[in-house]
Each structure stands twice: as structure tokens, then as C-alpha cells.
């Protein structure tokens, strides 16, 4: 027994000797040989080695030298052996790439996924990056909600050292979302919120469309389009609990939920400003809040208060006071009071804005959004407003605005940080409408031209009766300030186009200006050319278009302006808002027409039951009185379309001379027309993107300067202003090709020579 003992400690003893005698080693080499290189030179791999010449290494440095080699990815295997005074380092090289193709791939070209690829022909080919590459198309895949794609990457060998890189492709199947639904929600109906999603579920158009593809990203947006959608209606403690995706049984398809708590709908209790800074007066600023109490309770309607106020701040010359809301619960009533309370912040100043990742839009278009610039106090506030318009301009993929500590704790640098994405289009497309026929149409679009944050835009579109071009150039910052400079141009030429029996030309050119004058009104300014002829008039027409033909080309020159306000998107109701439009255009500076037109709108539209019908009553009307003794012309009057009053054709309303052989319809110096409507939803599946309508129409067109008609001009015609009404409904469809909209009308009031249109429908596609 103690001989077996003395036994194990003596070899353990040994082991521990052999290993130091190990560890000990050294080695001394006169002479470095390299084997296998054939690209790589041996002065690149001696000086990865890191061993001089007489330098003593250990075993351990041999092993670094040896990882070092390996670690700088030229090289398949590595090989470092001592032999005597020599250290003999064999590679064998990583081949070089001579092409990169991808196969299989027939959803997503090959211009869309060759951006993604490291792997380069003349490259080094390396495994690791051709992996990374194969996730990266797998990546693309399911950002199309293809997850089941797989790729693999394949190497040919080819001479010399060379391969071919294949990335085999299998798309596999889209996965869809067959069924999206909610928990939780008592106040909105899952169609109501299904509505406001960007993810769709799968419907009969399933083939056609691409938003009902499961893409985990869209879920997290869509948890912030729910938060703000009940936000904006008083919901305060609503929470999106979860937003759970599960396969279906026979894994072809998604089935969506989200979890949501909906809390109870505030309103506004008690609206007060406060502050313990002496020069403010609380008058004045508790006259410039608009929040009323029983309004619905509204971030946005606070932020925009804590604007006002502080922008009120800076014009009597206080820089740093912040107005700071503080909120008061009342949970029986239902209420939130709301103190304002004006306090000096920290006096933090804007050192610098950084810009990075805008390649072609001009640093001058994105600083244009700030109001703040380098120097001016810091407002955390302003530079959220600052990225929410940002973001509003749609040039970039993604945008991400951040406050950076600056040089010194009372500096910050706003860094922007942007991906473009492409602004421009060019469609040629196709029209098709009851009333015109088909048309076809070429349009140039360009939202952010030359980087410049311009829009050019400009069409040629034709029908079976008339031809046209139009050019439209807006500059949305004019000399640097919010002031947008516009050029507008068109050209219309028609012949005997729709219950027309003439050819006509009429050309446009009106440059403009167009400012704010509030939070919600603006004002626009213009000059104003016009040009308009009568031509090859049919010899059965009324005297009145004769002597109008007689005429020739006439022109004018003149001034315009017209006054906008609109609270539908961002009034104190997020469910009611208005309209309005104002203007008048005043020719007769030059040229051989004068006249002043008068034109205006008032739209009222509110949503009841949860936003699921919108109601909407439009008042429209118009009024052209020429200065001259010539009167007006038939390019010049009112004709109105099957839109502004439906259940009649083109030109089937006004007056007419009955008294001539084509019946003439001749237009009219005035119109006024007053439209009712309801849109809801159908009992159908909503993501087939069909809803109803209903619509009770009234309006009139009268008034002319010559009423000598008939082929004479010795009969008069009759131009009083006759009430015409339909009824109706319309059935809308939103489909990959284009908008649909269908009406069904009934006159309900007419004149015997009106034509009447009971059925309309409207299709435009591009392609």
C-alpha cells in the first residue's frame, strides 16, 4: 500500500517536471521560410508573425504568432513548425472571388439585393462575410413577409485559385395575416381599429395586397399608431398590454392580437396659467390659451398650448421660461385640470446642429424645420416639433433627432441623423369615366427636387375630346423663410369634347406666394395670365358661342388671393373640424378681358359612433362679373361637374339655348351648390377596403351677360337660377389598382332639358 502511494506521487512529480521542461521551451531561428503564399506577399505574413530574426520566442509566442496569421482572414489554415534554426510557416490561401450571382430569387431582383452583399468579385472570399450575407437576404425576405426564405452560399472552384460565390435562393411562401383582432376594447369596434393599422389582415385580395404580409416591425408601429389614436381622444391610462403573433395550425399564416386596456375618456376640467416670475402677467397669457373645459383631453392640444405660451414668452423677451403643465386628476368627473405654470429653465444654449446621412438633400432643406439655430436657447420642445416635421417632409426612410452633451454643461449639440429614400416618380397610366372615356396620361413627380426640398411636377394627359399639360414648381421656403413660392402653368385644348359642339384652348400661368397668417389659416397671393379662344363652332350652335367665337384670342392679366383655414386635423375636437376657403381673382391690369371672380368653400365634418360614420356638409358657390361690355366667355363660366353635383352629366345643369339646333349648353355667371353626405362602413370584411356612402345634393348655375340665343340671336334664354337635387349612395373601393368609386343617383329635382346621369363610376390606375 505505501509502495502504490510512493509510486503516484513520483509520477506526479514527473508530470509536473515534463510540463515546466515544457513551458520552458525556447526557441532561437536564423531563418524564416514561407510556404503556400501565392497573392499575399511574405513580408505581410512575417509581419503578422511579429518574430525577429535571433529573437528568442516561447512555445505560447509561436501560438500567438501562429493566431495572429490565422485571425487576419486571408488564409484557409495555417502551419508554424521549428525546424533546427529555421521556422518553416505554410498558408494555404483563402481563394479569390471571380463572381457573385444569386439564384432563385424571383420576388426581389437582383438590383435589390446585390446593395446588401459584402462579398465582392476580386475579393478575398471569406465564409464568415458570406454568411452574413445570406442573413442579409434572408433579412430582405421577411421585410416582404416571406419568412420560411432560406439561402444558401454555394463556392464553384475555378482555376487559379478562383471560385464563384452562388447565393441559392428559396423564396418559399408569403405569410399572411389571417386574422386580426383585439382585446379589451369596449369604446371602438376591432373594424374601427383595424382601420387605422398599417397591417392588414388577408382578404379576398390577398394576392394583391402587400400590407396583409406579417412584418414583426410593423407590430411596434402600429402600438404607437393604437396609443395615439386613444390619446387623441381622452384616453389617458390606455396601454397596449401585448401584441402576440402565433402561427396558424398549418403554419401558412399569422394570427394577430393585441392586448389593449382602454382606461376611461377625459376631458378637460379647469384651465389656468400660473407663475411666480414678475414680469409675467398672467392676463396676458391666459388669453392666448384656446383649451375650453368639457373639450376632449389631447396631448397635442397641450403641447400646443405650452407653444403659444412660450412663444408669447420670447416676444416680450423672456428667453428660458418654460411653461410647465401640471395635471390634476378628477376621476369621478371625469376631468383633468390643467395648470400651466411659467418657470425659468436651465440656461442651456444650442452649441452646434449636426447633420449626417442626407446624401442628396441639401443641409439647408433639414435646418429649415428647426426654429431653433446654433446659439439660441435650448427647447426640448421646439426640437421634437423640429423632428415631427421632419419626419412630415417623407424624403427620408428614418429619422432620429437627439440632444448630445456639448463642449460645456450649459452646451448641447442637436444631432440630426437621416436615411434617404427615393422622392420621385415617373407613372404612365390609364383613365377611365363615363362621362370623357378612357385617357391616358404621362406625370413627372419629384417631392425633394435636385435635394433641394422643391416639388416639380408635370403631366400630359389626353381623352377621346380634349388634350392637356400641365407644370407645377413649388419652393416651400422662399428666401429662407416660411413663405412657399409657387409657379403653376396649364394648357387645355378640347374639341367637342363632352355636350360640347367647339374646339376651345385655354392657357394658364399664375405664379404665387402663399404664407401662414395663424396656427391654421394661410393666405395665398398670385398673378394671374389667362388666354382663352373659341374656335370651329358647329353651324346648329347658339348665336351666343358664334359672337363669343368672334371674338378671337383674348388674354388677361390680373392679381389674386385667397384665405384658408383648416382645423379638421389639429382643432380642439379630434372628431369635428372646418374648412374654409376664400378668394378672388381681379384680370383686367392688361389685355383685352376683364373680370373679378369670387369663388368660395366651407366644408363641416364630423365622425360620430366611435369614428365609424363621418358626416359632412360642403357649401360651395362662385361668381364671375366682367367689367367690360363684352361680357364673359363660355371657357370663363361655371359649369358643374358630376362631383360637385351628382346625379346630373357634365354640363347638364345651367342654362341652355332650347332655341338652337344642338341645344347649347351655355354655362353660367354664377353657381352655388350645397352637399350632404355620410360615409360608413359595410358589413364586408374590412380589409377588402370597401365602405358605403350616402348623398343629398342641391345646386344651381345661372346667369349670363347675353341671353340673345338661337341661331339669330332673336330668341332669349332663359338663365334663372332653378334648383336641381338627387339623392343617392356610393359604395368605395380601395384597391391595388386605384381608387373605385360608384354612385347611384336619382334627380329629385330637375329642368326637362337637364341631362341626367344616374350612375357614375371612376377608375385611374398607373402602371
Known amino acids: 500500500m505505501i509502495g502504490r502511494l510512493f509510486g503516484i506521487i513520483f509520477g506526479f512529480m514527473a508530470l509536473i517536471a515534463t510540463t515546466d521542461v515544457a513551458q520552458a521551451q525556447t526557441y532561437t531561428f536564423n531563418s524564416v521560410n514561407i510556404e503556400g503564399n501565392e497573392r499575399i506577399e511574405a513580408g505581410t505574413i512575417l509581419s503578422y508573425a511579429g518574430i525577429a530574426r535571433g529573437e528568442t520566442v516561447t512555445a505560447a509566442q509561436l501560438n500567438a504568432a501562429y493566431q495572429r496569421i490565422l485571425g487576419s482572414g486571408l488564409f ?20 479569390t472571388i471571380n463572381r457573385v450571382s444569386i439564384e432563385g430569387n424571383r420576388r426581389l431582383d437582383d438590383d435589390d439585393l446585390q446593395p446588401l452583399l459584402q462579398s465582392q468579385s476580386r475579393r478575398v472570399f471569406s465564409p464568415t462575410v458570406a454568411e452574413q450575407d445570406a442573413a442579409a437576404i434572408v433579412e430582405a425576405y421577411q421585410q416582404q ?9 454555394v463556392i464553384i472552384e475555378r482555376s487559379n485559385n478562383r471560385v464563384d460565390l452562388v447565393f441559392e435562393v428559396s423564396e418559399g411562401r408569403v405569410v399572411e395575416i389571417e386574422r386580426l383582432s383585439f382585446i379589451g376594447n369596449r369604446s371602438y369596434s376591432d373594424r374601427r381599429l383595424r382601420r387605422i393599422l398599417e397591417t392588414k389582415q388577408a382578404g379576398i385580395l390577398r394576392s394583391l395586397i402587400r400590407a396583409d404580409t406579417f412584418v414583426a416591425d410593423r407590430l411596434e408601429f402600429d402600438k404607437q399608431v393604437l396609443r395615439d389614436f386613444y390619446l387623441s381622444r381622452g384616453y389617458v391610462d390606455f396601454q397596449v398590454l401585448s401584441a402576440t403573433s402565433e402561427f396558424s395550425r398549418d403554419r401558412n399564416g399569422f394570427f394577430v392580437t393585441f392586448n389593449i386596456r382602454e382606461g376611461q375618456s377625459f376631458d378637460f376640467g379647469a384651465v389656468t396659467v400660473s ?98 439655430v446654433e446659439g439660441d436657447p435650448f427647447n426640448p420642445r421646439e426640437i421634437r416639433e423640429a423632428a415631427e416635421r421632419i419626419r412630415a417632409m417623407d ?33 404612365f397610366g390609364a383613365s377611365y369615366s363615363v362621362s370623357s372615356g378612357v385617357g391616358f396620361n404621362i406625370a413627372f413627380s419629384e417631392r425633394n427636387f435636385l435635394g433641394r426640398g422643391q416639388a416639380l411636377n408635370f403631366g400630359i394627359n389626353t381623352t377621346s375630346g380634349s388634350q392637356g399639360a400641365n407644370l407645377l414648381f413649388v419652393e416651400p421656403y422662399f428666401l429662407g423663410r416660411d413663405v412657399a413660392f409657387s409657379f403653376a402653368g396649364a394648357y387645355t385644348r378640347s374639341s367637342y369634347a363632352t355636350n360640347t359642339f367647339y374646339d376651345s384652348q385655354v392657357v394658364t400661368v399664375a405664379p404665387g406666394l402663399e404664407f401662414p397668417i395663424g396656427e391654421t389659416a394661410r393666405l395665398s397671393v398670385k398673378a394671374i395670365y389667362d388666354g382663352t379662344e373659341v374656335t370651329n363652332v358647329d353651324p346648329g350652335s347658339s348665336q351666343i358661342l358664334r359672337a363669343e367665337a368672334a371674338r378671337g384670342f383674348e388674354s388677361a392679366v390680373g392679381v389674386g388671393y385667397q384665405i384658408s383655414f383648416d382645423n379638421r386635423t389639429s382643432g380642439l375636437n379630434p372628431d369635428a373640424g372646418i374648412l374654409f376657403r376664400f378668394g378672388q381673382d381681379i384680370a383686367g391690369l ?58 346630373f352629366d357634365v354640363r ?13 349648353a351655355l354655362g353660367g355667371n354664377y353657381f352655388a351648390v350645397a352637399r350632404f353626405e355620410a360615409d360608413f362602413p359595410l358589413p364586408l370584411p374590412e380589409e377588402y377596403g370597401i365602405s358605403g356612402g350616402a348623398f343629398l345634393d342641391f ?59 344616374n350612375f357614375d363610376l371612376t377608375v385611374s390606375t398607373s402602371f
Do not use: C, H
Not at 392676463?283 to 376632449?296: F, H, I, M, N, R
Not at 448630445?404 to 416618380?425: A, H, M, N
Not at 347638364?652 to 347649347?664: A, E, H, I
Open 145 to 153: 413577409g416571406r419568412l420560411a426564405a432560406t439561402v444558401d452560399p
Open 699 to 757: 345646386g344651381s348655375v345661372w346667369g349670363l351677360d347675353n341671353t340673345a340665343g338661337g341661331l339669330t340671336g332673336t330668341n332669349p334664354v332663359d338663365d334663372n337660377a332653378y334648383l336641381r337635387a338627387s339623392i343617392g349612395v356610393s359604395v368605395f373601393w380601395d384597391t391595388p389598382i386605384g381608387p373605385l368609386r360608384f354612385n347611384f343617383s336619382q334627380p329629385l329635382a330637375k329642368q326637362v332639358y337637364d341631362d341626367v346621369r
Open 76 to 95: 484557409q489554415s495555417v502551419d508554424l513548425a521549428p525546424r533546427g534554426g529555421t521556422l518553416v510557416i505554410s498558408v494555404r490561401e483563402w481563394p
Open 395 to 427: 424624403f427620408f426612410e428614418a429619422t432620429e433627432v437627439r440632444a448630445l452633451d456639448g463642449s460645456s454643461p450649459d452646451q448641447v449639440v442637436i444631432d440630426v441623423d437621416v436615411e434617404e429614400k427615393p422622392t420621385g416618380s415617373l407613372s
Open 275 to 372: 407663475s411666480d416670475l414678475p414680469e409675467i402677467d398672467i392676463a396676458e397669457y391666459s388669453a392666448v390659451v384656446q383649451l375650453k373645459p368639457g373639450d376632449t383631453y389631447s396631448p397635442a392640444l397641450v403641447d400646443a398650448t405650452i407653444a403659444r405660451l412660450e412663444r408669447l414668452a420670447i416676444k416680450n423677451g423672456l428667453d428660458f421660461v418654460r411653461a410647465d403643465p401640471r395635471i390634476t386628476r378628477n376621476d369621478r368627473a371625469l376631468t383633468l385640470d390643467i395648470e400651466f405654470n411659467l418657470v425659468r429653465g436651465e440656461r442651456i444654449f444650442v452649441e452646434r446642429i449636426d447633420i449626417e446621412g442626407n446624401t442628396t438633400t441639401l443641409d439647408r432643406v433639414i435646418r429649415q424645420q428647426f426654429d431653433t
Open 652 to 664: 347638364g345643369v345651367g342654362p341652355r339655348d332650347l332655341n338652337s339646333t344642338n341645344f347649347d
Open 590 to 647: 392688361t389685355g383685352s378681358m376683364d373680370y373679378i371672380e369670387t369663388k368660395g368653400l366651407f366644408v363641416a365634418q364630423r365622425t360620430m359612433r366611435n369614428s365609424d360614420i363621418t358626416f359632412r356638409a360642403i357649401f360651395e358657390g362662385g361668381a364671375i362679373t366682367a367689367l367690360s361690355g363684352n361680357g364673359t366667355k363660355i371657357t370663363d363660366r361655371y359649369f358643374l361637374s358630376s362631383s360637385q353635383l351628382r346625379g
